[in-house]
């Protein structure tokens, strides 16, 4: 199109000139008045020729000032608002002027956000940095600095070069391996330390985060402390209270009338305060605890068999059955005591929240590189909102039925923390209308789960 117009602007020059010339010939000639129309009209575009070569070095003028602009801009330079006409050149600088207008809008809302993000993380009391896919570190904020003192400049270098922490690299290593997230908690002289990795988004590298926990540690160690020292305490006074209400209820015939149902009360509460302290001594042991419990390969069903002797006796009185599906074969990696009391307790709640006459179920089965023992009772159900609360301490869906039943609030809690220490899990399912069943998840560890395979079910070596 430019070719054209080119073209066609020289002819109009050229025939422009022509007819000028041939006007002006014919004028000084006298050859009539129509050598006056000819030489006006070759004036006429002679003067159009010249305007449109004069328009296009204008537009060509224009055009390059909007490069020039263009370049500058993409170059980081200020931003230059270029003016607006009519014409093909006027809107492209239109154009120009509002995706520039956008672009710095956008580049000012980036700008703010890199400050805050860079506020956050030079403020933030956390440890921050981030490696790249080669496992190089590039950037790390003030907080990590303070609490590892680096042996040398950190970006550029790998962390078990940069930090005196070899954790901090096995945890990063791991998650620019894997792309998964990992963590690990660890002793950095007197601090201590949770170190996280989290690959990022973009896949070429990793975040790591240290959090120092040490002032959490001791405030926990504390409240350990306080309350494995108070119900220490209490253990004397406690049994003392329990040994006299038993003397008491023994010669009951001896008493009035009136003081016997005092007497029964004061024995239940103190069987209850010595239970509830024996679970709190429980769980301070358990929380206090650096290592996991030992774990050995055991066969489940004597250890079941035990826990069920043990509540027998509890269920014929209300005339409940135990009824036990576990493979005399399969095993487990599991600590004998630590089961038996998860196990226990799991037994009692389902005993105190079924009705009379109902059945109990312990079922164990393999899972995959797993045992599940499952305990699954006829009671109300629990909820959907409150199975993710029911393991907290002291935590009651109905307090009235709480205290219909009894209970210390801490079992399903002691529960959790034997898990935590044993490499087991615990969960609950139910559909909130009747019957609950809890699941004890426990590892295998090495070799064959059981002569049978998964799903069968063997004789169960009980029923009562």
């Known amino acids: 199109m430019r070719l054209l117009r080119v073209i066609s602007l020289t ?23 129509s050598s006056l129309f000819e030489l006006g009209a070759a004036v006429v575009v002679l003067l159009f020729g010249i305007g449109q070569i004069l328009d296009i070095a204008a537009s060509r003028r224009r055009l390059t000032v909007l490069l020039e602009a263009a ?36 580049n000012l809302g980036l700008t703010r956000e890199q400050i805050l993000d860079q506020a956050m993380a030079r403020e933030s009391p956390n440890g921050l940095v981030v490696l790249d896919r080669r496992g190089l570190i590039r950037r790390c904020n003030p907080a990590l600095l303070k609490i590892i003192p680096p042996r040398m400049e950190p970006v550029g270098n790998s962390p078990d070069k940069a930090f005196p922490l070899p954790e901090l690299a096995e945890v990063l290593e791991e998650v620019n391996r894997t792309r998964t997230p990992s963590e690990r908690s660890v002793s950095f002289g007197r601090r201590e330390l949770l170190i996280r990795g989290i690959p990022l988004a973009d896949g070429a590298g990793s975040l790591g985060v240290v959090l120092d926990l040490t ?58 305060l010595h239970a509830l302290l024996e679970d709190v001594l429980a769980i301070s042991k358990l929380e206090a605890r650096t290592r996991d419990l030992p774990l050995e390969r055991e066969a489940l069903a004597p250890l079941v068999a035990e826990v069920v002797d043990r509540f027998s006796p509890r269920a014929a009185e209300r005339d409940q059955r135990i009824r036990v599906e576990v493979a005399p074969t399969l095993e487990a990696l599991l600590n004998p005591e630590g089961l038996i009391h998860a196990l226990g307790n799991l037994v009692d709640n389902a005993l105190k929240y079924s009705p009379p006459g109902a059945q109990v179920w312990l079922r164990a089965r393999p ?61 609950v399912q139910s559909d909130g209308e009747k019957g609950s069943c809890f699941v004890l998840s426990l590892p295998v560890g090495e070799g064959s789960v059981a002569a049978l395979g998964p799903g069968a079910v063997a004789p169960p070596p009980a029923a009562t």
């Open 11 to 33: 002819i109009a020059i050229l025939a422009g000139f022509v007819l000028f010339t041939a006007g002006v010939r014919q004028l000084i000639l006298g050859q009539g008045s």
């Open 71 to 106: 370049q500058r801009f993409e170059k980081g330079s200020d931003y230059v608002h270029l003016p607006e006409h009519t014409d093909g050149v006027g809107q492209l600088a239109r154009h120009y002027n509002r995706l520039a207008d956008r672009v710095r809008e956008a």
């Open 215 to 272: 002032s959490v540690r001791q405030a926990e160690r504390a409240r350990r402390d306080f309350a494995a020292n108070v119900s220490h305490e209490l253990r004397t006074p406690i049994t003392t209270i329990m040994g006299y209400s038993e003397s008491l209820i023994e010669e009951a015939d001896e008493l009035p009338e009136h003081v016997r149902p005092m007497v029964k009360a004061i024995d239940r509460n103190a069987r209850r």
């Open 367 to 427: 899972v995959g590189d797993r045992v599940e023992l499952e305990v699954q009772d006829e009671g109300p159900g629990i909820a959907a909102e409150h199975q993710d609360r029911i393991f907290e301490r002291f935590y009651r869906i109905d307090e009235g039925r709480a205290r219909t039943v009894g209970g210390t609030g801490l079992g399903l809690a002691l529960v959790k923390h034997l898990c935590r220490v044993s490499q087991a899990q615990v969960r």
